[in-house]
C-alpha cells in the first residue's frame, strides 16, 4: 500500500514538473470522442475485435468497445488510434 502512494505521488510530481496529464505518464488509456463521428484513443494494447459495427479495443485492465455504424479504423500505431464512422456507444468493459 505505501508503494502505491509513493508511486502515484511521484507520477503527480513528473506530471506537473513536465505539464503532462498524468493518465499518460502512468500509461492509463486517453480517450477523445469527437461528437459522435470520430473516436481517438492513446496508450491502446492492439484490437481485439473488428466489424463495421462493433470494435473491441484493449486497454491496460479492460475492454472499450465500440458500437455504431460505419465504423473504420482510420490510422493505427503502437501508441494511438482513431476510428470514424456514426458511434452510437461507448463502453469501458472490466
Known amino acids: 500500500m505505501e508503494r502505491n502512494k509513493r ?22 488509456p486517453h480517450v477523445e470522442v469527437m461528437g459522435n463521428r470520430q473516436f481517438y484513443m492513446e496508450n491502446h494494447r492492439g484490437i ?8 473491441d479495443i484493449s486497454a491496460e485492465s479492460m475492454i472499450v468497445r465500440l458500437y455504431g455504424k460505419g465504423l473504420e479504423l482510420v490510422s493505427m500505431s503502437g501508441e494511438a488510434l482513431r476510428i470514424r464512422g456514426t458511434i452510437c456507444r461507448v463502453e469501458w468493459v472490466n
Do not use: V, W
Open 48 to 55: 481485439l475485435s473488428y466489424s463495421d459495427e462493433e470494435i
Open 7 to 28: 508511486e502515484k505521488h511521484l507520477l503527480s510530481e513528473a506530471a506537473e514538473l513536465f505539464d503532462l496529464p498524468m493518465d499518460l505518464l502512468a500509461g492509463l
